[in-house]
């Protein structure tokens, strides 16, 4: 919603990876935005236009990338 305020209408999660990203959270929205925010700027250092499903695979693989 926010992003749709600030003018951005793309999808920025593959409808698989967001199957992935609810899978990888234990229910927790601060564990959704948390990681959600990560990939969004893993995306962005790979210079992807949306987080697809082996970014999230990596991600989870690798819990030191999703710590504070």
């Known amino acids: 919603m926010r992003l749709r305020r600030a003018g951005n209408d793309k999808e920025l999660f593959a409808s698989d990876a967001i ?15 948390r990681i959600a925010t990560w990939l969004l700027r893993e995306a962005a ?9 082996d970014i999230i695979g990596r991600a989870v693989g690798t819990t030191s990338g999703l710590e504070k």
């Open 45 to 53: 250092r790979l210079a992807e236009k949306r987080v697809e499903r």
């Open 19 to 33: 199957g992935l990203l609810h899978d990888a959270t234990p229910g927790s929205l601060r564990e959704v935005d």
